[in-house]
């Protein structure tokens, strides 16, 4: 049966790939183009951190978008739960052309927190582009649980992530290549409150997990414009946990071969149509366990594929398109389902547009995906992809005052299995946290603004709502079930942003987040019981001084409220702590 699996598989990953290689995507689409930027900050929860080839310049720190990212011991929960936050120990600088090739950022804090970015550009032409890059977050410091004897535990992380980049634009096309490294060593410092500190079934809280990331990338795109686009695109990654269920197991090695393609043509001056596709191959080495080990590893190789085909037209005040995603997920949980694949926007007054997304997707959760989305989740299970069948936004965008710009928004996401994170469930003795399967429902809505005044002053304030509908997929035991929430997920959340630059060479930034709601449950006394998590009531503050227009020092003060929050329950965040450091173009 296993060989006909493995034939099943290999046959599959063929067909599809036959696919991808005759239909590859549209240049001009804004989600497809890539582009070789530097992400001066890193986390684990982006994986597009590695691409570089711009410098960064001395400058206040850039606020971005991110998923969750509360301290630099980071547990980023889930993509769609947005929350701007500045966490612990973490610089950004605006990112610009410069004359200068090479970037250097070094800082250091309580709680042994040190961060270091180095990047160098071989070359930097319109022609040819070859960068270096190299960036480093570790901490190692005692953090209070916040259950049950108030006790201290020791938290060790450190993260490096480097790699090497290089493209080449021809005249009409453009290709690259890349290799990436990741090292990523912690330790699984959860508190179980049904057993307190003791994990004899699994690691000990001093114990170092590690897990290493190698992948290569290359591709080739059309420049955007062209009558006849094309794109293709390879990429491998090779994942492993250095143990499995304890130091006396390996753990397993997961390898995720990518194949993205597609093609797009344009006709009648404002028309264009095109085929997108996308597979991922998923193969898994596992290490030989002792006779009678349980549990048995169940980890099975599998592709995952997706293939939309659209028409887009553009008119003087719109923009329409028109595609589906039919997605098929092969293995023992084999499913074909599809998903729409739309987007509108128009005009209706002066800087004001009307907009509307719908879209869908297959997510992943591989081993190495759950890794960047909570590294303490249990290294021995194998998740099963997440299916969106629905993922779908409206709103309405506006700059029509000066220096003003509001978004007012709603929408609707509906996922099957989608996974959701528990610390412990029932005859388990662990200090690691669960994924487990969840049909959800998302109904959001919220609004966002932002104002500017002549580069001085800027503020910017968002809110969400968040209404959740969760059904669980399997049946559970030990009592009567709980009432299912979205578990670690904030109901309503905050964010505040305000930058002010007193004169021309200084910055200082206060950011300011609040989410709540967050919930989530406990096997305790024979029973299931819910718990509400404490919110996360957070204020950070930077300020950066520009000594020249090469060097500047900055200082961050975090958690400024001094706060108790969980990341996820019996995963204590950082208190208050501070950093100092430096950033440096030569």
Known sequence: MKAMKTIYNVKALCVVTMFAVAGTIQAQDDNLKRELTLE??????????????TLPDVKQPEI?????????QTVPTDPEAEISLLPSGKIMTDILYNKN???????AGTNLNINGDFGYHFLNTDKDQLNLFFSHRSSSGKHEYLQGEK???KVHLNDNLGGLNYMHNSGKASMKLGARYGYSAFNYFGYNESIGLTSPATFGIDTKQVNQQIGFNAGVESHEGAPLGYLLEIDYTNFSHKYGLSEDIDGIKENTIGVKGGMNALFGGNQQIGVFGKLEFLNYSLPTLPSGYLPELEFENHAEITLSPYYKVEGDIWKIKLGANVMFITGNHDKVFASPNIAADVTIADKTVLYLNADGKIQSNSAYELSLRNRYVNPWFDVRPSRTWLDSKVGLKSGVAPGFWFDVFAGYKATDDDILFIQTVEDSYINYSISDYYNTKLLFAGAELKYNYQNVFEFSLKGVFNNWDVKETSSWEGGPAPKFEAYGRP???VTALIDVRPVEKLTVSAKYYLGTGRK????????????????INELNVTGLYNITSNVGVYGQLNNLLFQKYDLLHGYPAQGFNAMVGVNINF
């Open 40 to 53: 001066r900050e890193y986390d684990p929860s982006v994986q597009d951190a590695n691409k570089v080839n």
């Open 64 to 72: 971005q978008k991110k998923a969750i990212s509360y301290s630099t």
């Open 151 to 153: 006790l201290k535990q």
């Open 101 to 107: 090739r090479g970037y250097l950022n070094a800082g």
């Open 491 to 493: 109901k309503t959340e």
């Open 520 to 535: 989530t449950v406990q096997y305790k006394l024979s029973q299931w019981d819910p718990i509400d998590m404490k919110n």
